[in-house]
């Protein structure tokens, strides 16, 4: 019986004149073909008697995918979200940040179907996230005097620091573009309900009002603690103080180029910053556009002084020395630690720069927010924390009801 089945298997065996994407299947008493199509995600297979058949049915099935045939939802639905996830990591289009949080999805949700999730299922991710201890790194052995694994100093004591709001609300974005990304690439309907009954956890869980302390030397501390760098120290100083003095956002200083700086040495005043639409965060908006960033006389002086000093070509870069704010940021703990300054963060210069713009200039609120591109007056309003006698004060002088001082007197008249 043994030689009988060898025989019949091999008289039945595979070739190489078998299409593609079509297998051989030896049974005891028939061959069968299995035909399997895969497309954007997609996976089908059907069995035939004959290959022709089953040739004939792949053709077919990748017809409807390049002309837009709607797909069997019900097969989309029994996809697990690590598998649709992967799928948009294989897209290619993420960069190394949102390709490990993807990654980290995976492992937190990816075990769900989709036809799973839904409202509650998401609130459940959610609260969970909440109340998750944020990994160590993998190479993570003993608290490093600027990264501490993870850590945080609570009462003199490191313990583990949880997500914040601002970290779970990049996931829920991150699953809610992914899934859209999904249903469009497979035409299906994209089922939004889930993230309309759980809006994003907030940007803030409190809004900072941390700024550099000018009066209190700080940034003397700062720029005196760059001097300990080993390398490009200067360069942390001019960016420093760009930063507090333009009130840019960092991804945009740091993708500024030659060109974008605007200098008039004749009318200073007109003097500014370009910043086209794509550099900027808000870039997907349709309300956003090109912006331009007037130079305070302090960064008309940095920029004179300093910077166009080692000015490249047009198209480079201001500050080619820093991959990525993220990686900028991480350095800039460094700083901190050997300037002795607490709870500070690279974004603080930025605050630091929009609230100087409303104590130190009579703008008015849209116009700050033309400079700083705040398109929420409201989150605009944090920065401004004038005290009473400083609001009284502009009052009265615009009214023309401050007093002026007597004037000195002459030796002759004392």
Not at 5 to 26: D, F, G, I, M
Not at 39 to 60: H, L, S, V, Y
Request: charged letters at 30%; proline letters at 6%; aromatic letters at 8%.
């Amino acid at each position: 019986m043994n030689s009988k089945r060898s025989s019949k298997a091999k008289e039945a065996s595979p070739t190489t004149s078998l299409p593609a994407k079509v297998r051989a299947q030896v049974g005891l008493k028939k061959t069968t073909y299995l035909a399997r199509v895969r497309k954007n995600g997609q996976t089908d297979t059907a069995t035939f008697d004959t290959p022709e058949k089953a040739a004939k049915w792949i053709q077919e099935q990748e017809n409807k995918l390049f002309t837009g045939e709607p797909v069997d939802v019900s097969k989309m639905r029994k996809l697990s979200l690590s598998k649709i996830f992967k799928d948009y990591i294989q897209d290619g289009k993420l960069n190394e940040e949102k390709k490990a949080r993807m990654e980290r999805l995976v492992q937190l949700i990816g075990k769900v179907k989709l036809r799973e999730f839904d409202s509650t299922s998401l609130e459940l991710f959610l609260d969970g996230m909440r109340e998750t201890e944020v990994p160590r790194p993998a190479h993570w052995k003993i608290p490093h005097p600027y990264f501490n694994g993870s850590m945080v100093e609570v009462d003199g004591k490191l313990v583990r620091r949880k997500f914040s709001p601002s970290t779970i609300r990049k996931y829920y974005y991150a699953i809610r573009t992914c899934l859209m990304w999904h249903a469009k690439r497979n035409r299906y309907h994209f089922d939004n309900k889930p993230f309309q009954d759980n809006p994003p956890p907030p940007a803030w869980e409190k809004p900072r009002d941390r700024v550099v302390e000018l009066a209190d030397g700080e940034l003397d501390r700062l720029l005196n603690a760059c001097d300990l760098m080993r390398t490009k120290s200067e360069h942390y100083k001019d960016i420093i103080q760009f930063q507090i003095h333009s009130a840019m956002r960092m991804g945009e200083t740091l993708n500024m180029t030659w060109q974008q700086i605007v200098f008039d040495a004749k009318e200073p005043w007109k003097s500014h910053i370009f910043v086209p639409k794509e550099h900027q965060k808000t870039r997907k908006h349709e309300s956003t556009q090109d912006r331009y960033v007037v130079m305070v006389p302090e960064l008309y002086a940095l920029v004179k002084e300093r910077l166009l000093k080692r000015a490249g070509a047009a198209n480079e870069k201001v500050f080619p020395f820093w991959a990525s704010s993220t990686d900028l940021s991480k350095r800039m703990r460094v700083i901190w630690k050997n300037a002795e300054v607490k709870d500070m963060r690279a974004h603080d210069f930025r605050h630091t720069g929009v609230t100087r713009l409303f104590a130190d200039t009579n703008l008015t609120d849209i116009e700050i927010a033309k400079i700083t591109a705040h398109s929420d007056l409201n989150t605009l309003k944090r920065y401004h924390k004038a005290r009473p006698s400083e609001v009284g004060a502009k009052m009265w002088k615009s009214m023309g009801a401050m007093p002026t001082k007597p004037p000195a007197k002459s030796r002759k008249q004392k």
